[in-house]
C-alpha cells in the first residue's frame, strides 16, 4: 500500500521568507499527487495537482510544486510567503491502475505553517 | 454555493448511541468519498461510492459503521454503538471520475462533521 511523509510536522517563518515544504511518497507505479490547504476554520482547498507532463506544476496564490520521480517526492514551494498562508498543509497521492485513477487519496500527517508578519 | 455540503457540522453523543451524517456532494459528480480526521493527522480514506456502487470499504471501517448513497446523489454515514474512539472530523468528498476526466480524477471536499463522543 502507498503511504505519504510530509518531514515537517510545523515551519514557522517570517513574511517574504521562502517556502519549501517535503513531501515523499512510497510506491513504485504511476501516481496522481495533490496539495491540499487547509486554513484556520476552513474545509480542504485544492492547492495543486500533478497528473502528467511537465514536472513543475503552479498552483493558486503563488504555489508551485515540482515532481522528482527519482526521488519520489512533491515538494511544496513557494518564493514569498505571506502571513494569509499560515495553514496547514497536506500532500496527497492516489494511484493510477489502468486507464483511471484508483480513486482513494492517502495523505501525509500535514504540515502547519505559521507565518509571522 | 455549489460545493460539497455535509449536515450536521457538528455533533455531540453519548458512548452508546448512533448518529447519522450527511454529505451532498457537487452536482454531477459520480463519485463520492469520506474520509476520517483525527488530530495531528491527514484524512484517511473510509469508503467510497460511484454512483451508487459502493465500490472500496477501509479496514477502518468496521461493523458498526455503514454508508449509502441510494440514488447516486447524496450519501449518509452512520455509526452504530458510538465509542470514544469515534471522535473525529468525518470528511466528505467528491469527484468526477470515469471516461469524462480520465485519469484527471480530482476531489473536492466539504466542511467536515466534526463528531465528540462522550
Known amino acids: 500500500a502507498q503511504s505519504v511523509s510530509q518531514h515537517n510536522h510545523h515551519v514557522i517563518l517570517s513574511e517574504a521568507a521562502s517556502l519549501e515544504l517535503g513531501c515523499n511518497y512510497s510506491?513504485?507505479?504511476?501516481?496522481?499527487l495533490f496539495w491540499y490547504v487547509q486554513y484556520p476554520g476552513q474545509h480542504l482547498q485544492l492547492l495543486l495537482k500533478?497528473?502528467?507532463?511537465?514536472?513543475l506544476v503552479k498552483g493558486i496564490k503563488g504555489f508551485e510544486a515540482e515532481f522528482i520521480k527519482s526521488k519520489f517526492s512533491f515538494n511544496l514551494r513557494k518564493p514569498s510567503v505571506q502571513w494569509s498562508d499560515t495553514a496547514e498543509y497536506f500532500c496527497?497521492?492516489?494511484?493510477?491502475?489502468?486507464?483511471?485513477?484508483?480513486?482513494?487519496?492517502?495523505f501525509g500527517q500535514g504540515t502547519i505553517l505559521t507565518v509571522h508578519p | 454555493d455549489t460545493g460539497v455540503s455535509q449536515d450536521p457540522r457538528h455533533k455531540i453523543t453519548k458512548r452508546g448511541q448512533n448518529v447519522t451524517f450527511r454529505c451532498d456532494p457537487i452536482?454531477?459528480?459520480?463519485?463520492l468519498y469520506w474520509y476520517r480526521q483525527t488530530l495531528g493527522q491527514g484524512p484517511e480514506f473510509l469508503t467510497y461510492?460511484?454512483?451508487?456502487?459502493?465500490?472500496?470499504k477501509s479496514r477502518l471501517l468496521s461493523d458498526r459503521f455503514s454508508a449509502e448513497r441510494p440514488k447516486g446523489s447524496f450519501s449518509t454515514l452512520e455509526i452504530q454503538r458510538t465509542e470514544q474512539g469515534d471522535s473525529a472530523m468525518y470528511l466528505c468528498?467528491?469527484?468526477?471520475?470515469?471516461?469524462?476526466?480520465?485519469?484527471?480524477?480530482?476531489?473536492?471536499f466539504g466542511p467536515g462533521t466534526r463528531l465528540l463522543v462522550l
Open positions: 510506491y513504485g507505479g504511476t501516481v496522481n
Open positions: 461510492f460511484q454512483n451508487e456502487a459502493q465500490l472500496e
Open positions: 468528498a467528491s469527484s468526477l471520475a470515469g471516461a469524462l476526466a480520465g485519469v484527471k480524477e480530482t476531489q473536492y
Open positions: 452536482s454531477e459528480h459520480n463519485r
Open positions: 500533478y497528473f502528467s507532463g511537465d514536472p
Open positions: 496527497a497521492v492516489n494511484v493510477r491502475a489502468g486507464g483511471t485513477s484508483y480513486g482513494k487519496l492517502t
